[in-house]
C-alpha cells in the first residue's frame, strides 16, 4: 500500500534552518509529481511547493519562494524539503502528498492529490 512518512520537522528559531523529508513507498515513486503542502495553526490548507516526477522542474509558492528547496532522490523514494530563513508564518504541520495521475504534470494547489502523509510539525518561535 502506498505509504508517505514525513520527518524532519521540529521546533526552530525565527531565521533558521530545517529540511523535511518524506519517504515513499508502495507505487513508482519517479513517475509520480509530487508537492509539500501545509496547514497552519488555525487556518485551511496552503499549498508549499511541487516537483515533477523526474525533479527538473520545481515550484513554489510566493510565500515560501527564495527560502525553500524542493527535491527529490527517486532512486531513493525520498522528496525533500530546504527550509531555511523561517518565519513565524511558516509554523504549521507539512505534508507531503503524491499527485492523482501518474506522468502529469505538477499540482500547484491543496486539491489533485490521493495520498497524504501523516505530517511533520515546524514550530517556529523564539
Known amino acids: 500500500q502506498v505509504q508517505l512518512v514525513e520527518s524532519g520537522g521540529g521546533l526552530v528559531e525565527p531565521g533558521g534552518s530545517l529540511t523535511l523529508s518524506c519517504a515513499a513507498s508502495?507505487?513508482?515513486?519517479?513517475?509520480?509529481?509530487m508537492s509539500w503542502v501545509r496547514q497552519a495553526p488555525g487556518v485551511g490548507l496552503e499549498w508549499v511547493s511541487a516537483i515533477t516526477s523526474g525533479g527538473g522542474t520545481t515550484a513554489y509558492a510566493d510565500s515560501v519562494k527564495g527560502r525553500f528547496t524542493i527535491s527529490r532522490d527517486n532512486a531513493k523514494n525520498t522528496l525533500s524539503l530546504q527550509m531555511n530563513s523561517l518565519k513565524l508564518d511558516d509554523a504549521g504541520v507539512y505534508y507531503c502528498?503524491?499527485?492523482?495521475?501518474?506522468?502529469?504534470?505538477?499540482?500547484?494547489?491543496?486539491?489533485?492529490?490521493?495520498?497524504w502523509g501523516q505530517g511533520t510539525r515546524v514550530t517556529v518561535s523564539s
Open positions: 508502495g507505487f513508482t515513486f519517479h513517475n509520480y509529481a
Open positions: 502528498a503524491k499527485v492523482s495521475s501518474a506522468y502529469t504534470a505538477m499540482v500547484k494547489t491543496t486539491d489533485g492529490y490521493d495520498y
